[in-house]
């Protein structure tokens, strides 16, 4: 930029409209869908592979010789 090149200001940022209702209703139903289906679901599955991995990895080390 040169010394002599008039420096403008920037225009103000127009503010954004409000979120509607609807999309608010629509986010916390996909939001609570979504809690539920990994807290309520997809944890005990998690759990009960984590424990029968535990358990088969149990079982071979009890079942070798020393």
């Known amino acids: ?3 002599e090149a008039p420096v403008l200001p920037k225009p103000p940022v127009p503010l ?3 979120v509607p ?3 608010w209703v629509l986010w916390g139903t996909i939001l609570f ?3 539920v289906v990994f807290y309520v679901l997809l ?3 998690w759990l009960g592979l984590r424990g029968a991995a535990w358990l088969a ?3 071979s080390r009890r079942r070798r010789p020393t």
Do not use: F
């Open 43 to 45: 944890t005990p599955i």
């Open 16 to 18: 954004k409209p409000p």
């Open 57 to 59: 990895e149990w079982r």
């Open 1 to 3: 930029m040169s010394p």
């Open 21 to 23: 209702k609807w999309r």
């Open 33 to 35: 869908a979504a809690d």
